[in-house]
């Protein structure tokens, strides 16, 4: 067999989960990143690797095999390269069709053209390299060789190249490297591929930047991070904090103090402590309810699965130096700690989405165990509880009191599309609170959250879908 062919074997391997990676993370900061866009995102990626496949098997037993390997494998570079720029200008405009169909267009835009390029090409690189009876061995190394570029290039992105060099530079030093190795293998430089090759290089390097300039932007596996101010009128600006294009942290940068109706709420829930008692974060956010909480005189640990969440929070947010903070998944904070708190605040929003892991029953019991008697658990939740879009907080009412709580929900709002809810939880009884919804008004289910059968993911999914196409369409229209 040919080592240059499995080179580039290797590379085209690569090249598809840097695409299929790279594409999800596209996509994020305007679908999100949940359960309907990660099916699609896989969906499509296994459709055109099949249509690929069979596309490839079929020209295979055609003459001219060498060329039209060059050619899918310049074909789905150039189109890797493109990817930003598509993502920038395309994806935005075809969001505003139905939710769900939006997100299977735009994923079908984005990643059939080049996986199924590049599927096309297993089946050439195999019948270049097949001798005599060797087809199974040769198979069996053509994709050996291509899987382990897919694993390669799964962590070199995720660990260090989405989030040194952000989304669209990683897309293009693969497009470039696939394109530079098959024209070196291959001994063929085309001038129209070269003209197309200079032409989106440029454009991915001149993607237009939005006129509302974060003033801090970071691409991550977890998505893309920006810090913004907006100018809300005069001696009045406000710094927020999003996550994929969604907004996590909103605060007045001549108070310092949050401006939402959630902390509002919190404030009132929220007893100002004696001396000594300790609190919890799970999901730091900008740090405005770590800061509350010391405000009111607790103690208080933050745990932050995303470090550059952390970071923001510091260097942008104002985040007061007496609370300590632990990068760390809270599902692994709390299975390794012992420690007994006196209040612990549950904010584990990314975007839209709630991590079920840190909402099951064997979650909230572990988290029991390390609550004081007195002690008060609050947990920040979407405003659906009605109908089949409340079927998520029906299971999260359902597992509370599975695990021993004593539960009531509170919340300003009376719209169940523009405010948050509070699930508010204690070992003891629980005295009434302000705002406080009726009990009836919960969707009535049987459904509990569990390790072994974690429902909430698909049972929030709807109410996830219909809180962000609010907010897209809404709220983002005030910036």
């Known amino acids: 067999m040919l080592k240059k062919l499995l080179l580039l074997s290797f590379i085209e391997g690569a090249a598809v989960m840097a695409a299929e990676l790279c594409g999800a993370k596209l996509l994020a900061p305007i679908f999100g990143s949940s ?3 990660w099916a699609s995102v896989m969906g499509i990626t296994l459709l055109a690797l099949a249509v690929g496949y069979f596309y ?3 020209i295979s037993m055609t003459t001219k095999v060498a ?18 720029v598509i993502s920038f200008y395309v994806i935005p405009r075809i969001s505003y069709l139905p939710f769900l169909s939006a997100i299977v267009i735009s994923t ?6 080049p996986i199924f390029f590049l599927g096309a090409t297993s089946p050439l690189f195999i019948v270049l390299q097949t001798t005599n009876n060797d087809g199974g061995r040769v198979s069996g190394m053509v994709y050996a060789i291509s899987t382990l570029g897919g694993i390669f290039a799964t962590f070199l992105c995720g660990f260090y190249l989405i989030p040194k060099i952000g989304l669209s530079s990683s897309l293009l030093w693969f497009g470039c490297v696939l394109f530079a190795v098959n024209g070196v293998v291959f001994k063929a430089y085309k001038s129209s591929l070269l003209l197309f090759f200079a032409a989106f290089i440029y454009l991915n390097l001149q993607i237009s930047k939005p006129e509302l300039k974060p003033i801090f932007v970071l691409d991550g596996v977890l998505g893309r991070l920006e810090v913004m101010d907006l100018d809300k009128g005069p001696n009045s600006t406000v710094r927020i904090l999003k996550i994929n294009n969604i907004t996590q942290t909103e605060m007045d940068l001549g108070s310092r103090l949050s401006i939402s109706d959630y902390i509002s709420l919190l404030d009132t829930l929220i007893p100002f402590a004696k001396n000594g008692k300790s609190s919890l974060v799970l999901g730091l956010g900008g740090g405005l309810t770590a800061n509350l909480l010391i405000n009111k005189n607790y103690s208080c640990k933050g745990v932050e699965f995303d470090d ?4 923001s929070a510091r260097d942008f947010f104002y985040l007061n130096p007496k609370v300590i ?9 709390l299975n390794h700690s012992n420690e ?28 029991k165990r390390q609550l004081k008697d007195s002690a008060l658990l609050l947990i920040n939740w979407h405003g659906y509880v009605t109908g089949t879009k409340g079927m998520g907080t029906s299971i999260v009412l359902n597992t509370l009191q599975k ?11 009376t719209d169940e599309n523009y405010r948050n809810v509070i699930f508010v939880a204690a070992i003891k009884s629980l005295k009434k609170q302000p705002y406080e919804l009726l009990s009836e008004d919960v969707t009535a289910s049987e459904f509990i959250n569990t390790d072994d059968l974690p429902l909430l993911e698909k049972y929030n999914a709807e109410a996830n879908k219909a809180w962000r196409t609010n907010y897209l369409r809404y709220y983002q229209s005030n910036w």
């Open 308 to 311: 550059r969440i952390i970071s």
């Open 108 to 113: 079908s835009i984005l990643l059939l053209p």
């Open 35 to 37: 359960l309907y866009v």
């Open 403 to 413: 695990a021993g709580f004593n539960v009531t929900i509170c919340s300003k709002g």
């Open 325 to 333: 903070t632990i990068h760390a998944d809270a599902r692994y904070f």
């Open 340 to 367: 007994k708190f006196d209040l612990v605040l549950v904010d584990v929003f990314k975007a839209e989405e709630q991590p079920s892991h840190v909402l099951t029953i064997e979650s909230l019991t572990k988290l």
């Open 56 to 58: 490839g098997g079929f």
């Open 67 to 84: 060329n039209k390997l060059f050619l899918l494998l310049s074909f789905a570079a150039l189109y890797v390269i493109l990817m930003p």
